[in-house]
């Protein structure tokens, strides 16, 4: 299944993308599990299919991240070969962890919003991993019977902020600055993350381009290392880092400006697109 989360006809809604376009479940349904999230926690996910039964039109649907109420969005930084060469480190003993919060994160087509204090705003194509099970101390080789599903994650980063300090926080969680989606595809019809590739393009012009395999920590591997320092529960995601080409390390930075079009495409998942957009107003 591909499922979405958005607003149609002004109500938050889910469902499945398949060739009849946009299915969401019948009222009753909804009503016991009123988004995705609950669909996951409950375990519910097989149920979905048949409880399908209303169609909406593509048109007037507005994407959502496909999780809207994540308890937890983790992201792995510096975690594929080419990108730890080309930002001149040595390769983690441990993967990199670091923290977005939810309202960082937009949806496929709506505004990635560049805030007014800073022009180095960079783009981070990724894979990003939802979580379908309570998992703690997981072990690699049973690590994607945990996973609900897979999509695609743009980890925009205001790189001056990033560098203020040795924590990367500050420069990951500005709102709307990061995009998700756009929708999951479950686990068994993406197949293994390790046989998929990625591409990011700005302006249709390819900036990142690598194997999911080029990591230095693979998905079974960083599932391990979260389950040991946190209680991963259905919804959370992991995003699990970005390959070489980031603005930052060209010469000169290339940075996404107002007007840009950024996209994140990963196989067997699908194509994030979000056009960057100004911050209009400072907060006072």
């Not at 519910?44 to 991240?65: E, H, I, K, M, N």
């Not at 594929?80 to 001149?88: D, L, Q, S, V």
């Not at 949806?107 to 007014?116: D, Q, S």
Request: aromatic share 8%; glycine share 10%; proline share 8%.
């Amino acid at each position: 299944m591909r499922l979405v989360s958005g607003i149609y006809e002004g109500q938050a809604v889910y469902g499945n993308v398949g060739g009849d376009g946009l299915q969401i479940p019948h009222a009753d349904f909804s009503r016991l599990y009123p988004d995705l999230q609950s669909v996951l926690s409950a375990d519910a996910l097989s149920q979905l299919p048949g409880a399908l039964d209303r169609t909406c039109q593509p048109g007037q649907f507005v994407f959502t991240p496909p999780v809207t109420r994540s308890q937890k969005i983790l992201a792995v930084g510096i975690n594929y070969m080419t990108h730890i060469r080309e930002m001149g480190h040595e390769s983690p003993p441990y993967p990199v962890i670091f923290t977005r919060y939810p309202g960082s994160l937009v949806g496929h087509g709506e505004g990635l919003v560049r805030p007014a204090v800073s022009t180095h705003y960079d783009f981070e194509g990724e894979l990003a991993v939802i979580i379908g099970r309570p998992a703690r101390y997981v072990k690699a080789a049973e690590a994607l019977a945990y996973v609900a599903g897979y999509t695609c994650l743009n980890d925009g980063s205001i790189r001056d902020f990033q560098r203020h300090g040795s924590q990367y926080i500050p420069g990951k969680n500005f709102p709307s600055s990061g995009a998700c989606g756009p929708w999951m595809v479950t686990s068994d019809e993406a197949g293994d993350p390790r046989a998929m590739q990625l591409e990011t393009t700005l302006n249709g012009k390819v900036m990142q381009q690598a194997e999911i395999s080029d990591m230095r920590f693979s998905v079974p591997e960083i599932i391990e290392y979260c389950s040991t320092f946190t209680a991963l529960e259905p919804g959370d995601i992991i995003s699990t880092g970005t390959p070489g080409g980031v603005g930052a390390a060209r010469i000169p930075p290339i940075w996404m400006e107002p007007g840009d079009r950024i996209e994140v495409a990963i196989s067997n998942i699908g194509t994030l697109s979000n056009q960057v957009v100004a911050e209009s107003v400072l907060a006072t």
